[in-house]
């Protein structure tokens, strides 16, 4: 029987890195990499220091969320080793396979490769001084997971859910998958994301589109803190798109609602 490795007691490749918050989601497209990628922009315009690791490698989504799709990072010397250095916009800095790669490629890596590129990426990233990384993890609970999560010290770890049943059955998964023995890593919460939708000429109305508290629900079954409920919003969608993540807009109802959940977070 393979004995299961024991947890690094800190980030020591990452001496400069205070916490690394990875972002989790059972299931696909539930908007992990979205709440992600405003989740950094918020924690940059709160003054952090802020890293992201793109570490969605079958389906890298920070390259187009931040629009540096076409940036190809540089190696630099640093004490006589090959660095990484990150990409940087709006006070965040990035690095992602899709810089690398095309994404069809690592679509037939197996699971010790995908593991091999996201280490490195982690490990020989010239993140320099942080507050925080946030890693934004591929769905699901693979074995990319579970090497992750034993080979670099998390501090801890946020689930994405919509309040879907579908979804919610695997966002248990993953909160099991954290608090299971040899993973260990402290759930901070959960965040519902998709919680419902206002028409712009009804404002006072909300439709609950994929259920209503469904997260917030299942936050209360765990005994996890719900860290908040985002509505489904066109600007937050075309943030995206356009690479203009909708936590930018800081005096928007959005941009208020990502700093809430930043606040949370961290
Ligand atoms: P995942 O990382 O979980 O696969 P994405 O972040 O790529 O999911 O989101 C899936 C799609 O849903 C994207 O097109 C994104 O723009 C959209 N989306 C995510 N969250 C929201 C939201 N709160 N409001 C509107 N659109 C959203």
């Given amino acids: 029987k393979v004995k299961p490795k024991p947890k690094p007691v800190e980030t020591k490749v990452l001496p400069g890195v205070k916490n690394v918050i990875a972002v989790a989601s059972g299931k696909g497209g539930v908007g992990k990499s979205t709440i992600t990628s405003n989740l950094a922009v918020a924690l940059a315009k709160a003054g952090y220091s802020v890293g992201l ?58 699971g010790a490769m995908a593991t091999n ?16 990384l946030l890693l934004d993890l591929p769905p699901g609970t ?59 000429e009804l404002p006072e109305n909300k439709y609950y589109i994929f259920g209503k508290d469904g997260g917030k629900t299942l936050a209360n079954k ?23 993540p909708a936590a930018l807009n800081e005096a928007s109802i959005i941009g208020i609602a990502f700093a809430d959940l930043a606040q949370k977070v961290v």
Wanted: hydrophobic fraction near 45%.
């Fill in 117 to 132: 590129a996201i280490k490195q990426l982690i490990n020989d990233g010239n993140w320099g001084e942080l507050d925080y």
């Fill in 53 to 110: 690791l793109d570490a969605d490698i079958f389906g890298p989504s920070v390259p187009i969320m931040f629009q540096t799709e076409d940036a190809r990072p540089v190696l630099e010397k640093v004490d006589g080793k090959d660095r990484i250095i990150p990409v940087e916009k709006y006070g965040v800095k990035m690095l992602s396979i899709g810089y690398f790669v095309n994404p069809d490629d690592a679509l037939i890596w197996r």
């Fill in 142 to 200: 693979s074995d990319i997971h579970l090497t992750l999560v034993q080979s670099i010290s998390i501090t801890g770890a946020v689930v994405v859910t919509t309040p879907q049943n579908v979804a919610l059955a695997d966002a248990v998964k993953g909160i099991s998958m954290f608090k299971s023995k040899n993973i260990n890593v402290p759930v901070l919460g959960l965040i519902e994301n998709m919680a419902w939708f206002t028409p712009a």
């Fill in 222 to 244: 765990l005994q996890v803190p719900l860290l908040g409920q985002i509505p489904i919003v066109q600007s937050i969608r075309e943030g995206g798109d356009s690479g203009e």
